[in-house]
């Protein structure tokens, strides 16, 4: 497993893109609507910030709603996201999503319980 991308909810995808472009000189590299909310890929050369801004209500407009702007999950890609579940559910580690599932760009995701990953909501991703 690798790093693949932090997930930042934000009420602006537009202005911290251009921020980050700008700062970091992180390419633009895929954007897409997807399950009520605009995400955003930047390429940061060796991982992706995934800009996550909501579009109608849901789970990132809760978040940014109840949190504000900021890291929202971190995420692992992996080549056997059946495996890393199974692995998971060995770890008594407690699923969001007990089968992967489509997620943005097209790719297989499942998320973690933060209250089982140390307060961190993880990702795993499969390209």
Known sequence: MRFDHAGIATDDATTLATLYTDLFGASLVHEEEFDG???VF?????????????????????YVDDHGS????????????????ERARELGLELIDEAPRRGAWGHDVAFLHPKSTGGVLV?????
Do not use: K
Request: hydrophobic share 45%; glycine share 12%.
């Open 70 to 85: 900021g890291i929202h999950h971190l995420a692992v890609e992996t080549d056997d996201i059946a495996g890393a579940l």
């Open 37 to 39: 909310m605009r995400v």
């Open 123 to 127: 990702e795993f991703v499969e390209h």
């Open 42 to 62: 930047l390429d940061l050369g060796n991982g992706y910030f995934e800009l996550l801004e909501p579009l109608e209500d849901g789970t990132i407009a809760r």
